[in-house]
């Protein structure tokens, strides 16, 4: 029996003799996904890439959209999330999201933003179908939400054109 615990951080899975039974298997909870993490502060970026790591995920990282973009676009791991800063200069977190959908909507988005930007951020991601966390959190509170976001299946058609 899967057992997710309120308040981990990770899923346990009881001990097996041999080979777990296939629904243990299911690919949208397995661990290890790759993940590109894109914020400009590198004070918020260290502990989060930190945290992601911990929870056994291939982090890439870059301190600007444009960088984040790059890598992207010419990594050879094929990246299953983007966490990004809503509000970065150069690029913002919302084109960011918006370049890597159209060129894969599969990546699951994850954007971050601050409380005072509020109801105008939240309702931004929304309309574009992206998931959002606001700022206080930790990096563990980061991690359960994208493991939530990674876990959960996707609707089709459930990212608007932009």
Not at 109 to 119: A, I, N, S, T, Y
Not at 141 to 147: D, S, V, Y
């Amino acid at each position: 029996m899967l057992a997710i615990h309120a308040g981990a951080s990770t899923v346990s899975e009881p001990l097996f003799r041999g080979n777990p039974p296939k629904v243990f298997r299911h690919p949208a909870l397995r661990r290890g996904f790759t993940v590109l993490l894109v914020d400009d502060n590198h004070d918020h970026r260290i502990p989060l890439l930190r945290a992601l790591r911990d929870q056994k995920h291939t982090v890439l990282y870059a301190a600007d959209g444009a960088s984040g973009e790059n890598l992207f676009q010419t990594s050879q791991l094929e990246i299953d999330a983007l966490v990004a800063c809503a509000d970065m200069k150069r690029m913002c977190g919302f084109e960011l999201a918006r370049r890597v959908a159209r060129m894969r909507p599969e990546v699951r988005v994850l954007l971050m933003w601050r409380h005072f930007e509020g109801p105008e951020e939240a309702q931004r991601a929304y309309e574009h179908g992206y998931a959002g966390i606001e700022e206080p959190f930790t990096p563990e509170q980061l991690c359960r939400r994208l493991t939530g976001l990674l876990a959960a299946p996707r609707a089709i058609g459930s990212k608007k054109e932009h």
